[in-house]
């Protein structure tokens, strides 16, 4: 489809999640505009749209381009996202997660552009000991990211009560997988996450995988996680901005599947769908880790008629493993963050 129907701003829009984003919202006929600090993200995922390089804790900039294109809303990914990250260094986190989204929502204020599609996390719910986690469940963080994002939840609330800011607030569990035409996918420097971990060791560009933790109260010890595939992820944002769009309430999503895998079920299945060699080695607990994140996300799917089709953890694996074995990941490490030099 290429019909216009407005500018969005995505924040973040060079980043793994983002770019999937302008993805799917140019497929559904808007145009994206990435706003993004190239901290993170890569020039070259920038496909679907203008790229705007630009920081949220400038608000002058942040003014310039809400002005620029009058957007009819904003997605927001751009944040720092590491738990562990999170419990080193969590001033970073509360001043830049939280001051940014404050920056964007009162610049898209300003140019009366009043709907915010948020991109949450499953840390906000903290660890409920084998609980599946429904909307209804206890928010109550464990780490400063997890804090960092539900702070903004209520800033969210708040502005819609003041400004009448219209929201829809998407708390994601394990995003992973990549773009199946093999177009973008997910490149982080350093990399932390299992999927991408496990998939470089089976090609050699590193020596093994360490398992943090093997004494957590799961049946073999290590951390379940519930993986959603990145594109059926940003298909619930775009049912997300329409229900927006058509005027409804303001609301939160889980977004997972309501399966869990453990750390040692991803390995093995990232072993299946290689069929290389792997070196496993134990290793001590990660800090900030939840023994167990698996999502009820009976709401999306009855109230978003959200699909999650391609999230079967084994079709996350091979997507992922495509994109790894394309060679377009070690091209933009080559190039650097912005080929044409501009930050
Ligand atoms: N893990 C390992 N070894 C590694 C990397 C990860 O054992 O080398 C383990 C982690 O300890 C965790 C699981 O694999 O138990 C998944 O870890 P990730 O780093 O891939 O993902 P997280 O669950 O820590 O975090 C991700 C996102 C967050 C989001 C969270 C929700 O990074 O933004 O999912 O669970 F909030």
């Keep these: 489809m290429s019909v216009d129907r407005g500018h969005v701003i995505v924040t973040g829009g060079a980043g793994y999640i983002g770019s999937h984003a302008c993805k799917a919202l140019s497929a559904a006929g808007f145009v994206p505009v990435a706003f993004d600090n190239l901290s993170t993200g890569w020039a070259q995922a920038v496909k679907?749209?203008?790229?705007e390089i630009g920081d949220l804790m400038d608000r002058a900039r942040l003014d310039a381009v809400f002005a620029k294109y009058r957007p009819v809303a904003v997605m927001h990914f751009a944040a720092l996202s590491l738990v562990g990250e999170s419990m080193q260094f969590p001033g970073r986190y509360w001043r830049e997660n939280v001051t940014g989204a404050l920056n964007l929502i009162e610049a898209a204020l300003r140019t009366d552009c009043k709907d915010f599609i948020f991109s949450s996390t499953c840390a906000?719910?903290?660890?409920?000991?084998g609980v599946t986690l429904t909307e209804e469940t206890e928010q109550r963080p464990i780490n400063a990211y997890g804090g960092s994002k539900?702070?903004?939840e209520e800033m969210l609330r708040d502005f819609a009560e003041s400004d009448g800011l219209g929201h829809v607030i998407f708390r994601y569990f394990n995003v992973a997988g990549a773009d199946p035409e093999c177009e973008i996918g997910e490149l982080h420097r350093p990399e932390t996450h299992l999927i991408p971990i496990v998939i470089e060791a089976t090609q050699g560009k590193r020596e093994s995988v360490?398992?943090?933790?093997?004494?957590?109260?799961?049946?073999?010890?290590?951390?379940?996680?519930?993986?959603v595939h990145v594109v059926d992820l940003v298909n619930a944002h775009i049912a997300g901005l329409e229900w927006r769009l058509a005027g409804k309430e303001?609301?939160?999503?889980?977004?997972?599947?309501?399966?869990?895998?453990?750390?040692?079920?991803?390995?093995?299945?990232?072993?299946?769908?290689?069929?290389a060699p792997l070196t496993v080695q134990q290793a001590p607990r990660r800090a900030?880790?939840?023994?167990?994140?698996?999502?009820g996300s009976q709401r999306a799917i009855e109230e978003l008629t959200w699909r999650p089709l391609r999230s079967s953890l084994e079709t996350i694996v091979e997507d992922a493993y495509q994109w790894h074995q394309s060679g377009i990941s070690d091209q933009w490490l080559a190039e650097g963050r912005d080929p044409s030099g501009r930050t």
Excluded at 48 to 51: A, F, I, N, V
Excluded at 210 to 227: E, K, L, Q, S, W
Excluded at 288 to 295: E, I, K, Q, T, W
């Design 48 to 51: 679907y749209g203008p790229l």
């Design 124 to 129: 906000t719910f903290g660890d409920h000991d």
């Design 150 to 152: 539900k702070a903004i």
């Design 210 to 227: 360490a398992v943090f933790g093997d004494d957590y109260p799961t049946p073999d010890g290590t951390c379940i996680r519930d993986y």
């Design 250 to 275: 303001n609301r939160a999503f889980n977004l997972g599947t309501g399966h869990g895998y453990s750390v040692r079920e991803v390995i093995d299945t990232v072993k299946r769908v290689t069929n």
């Design 288 to 295: 900030g880790d939840a023994s167990y994140l698996v999502s």
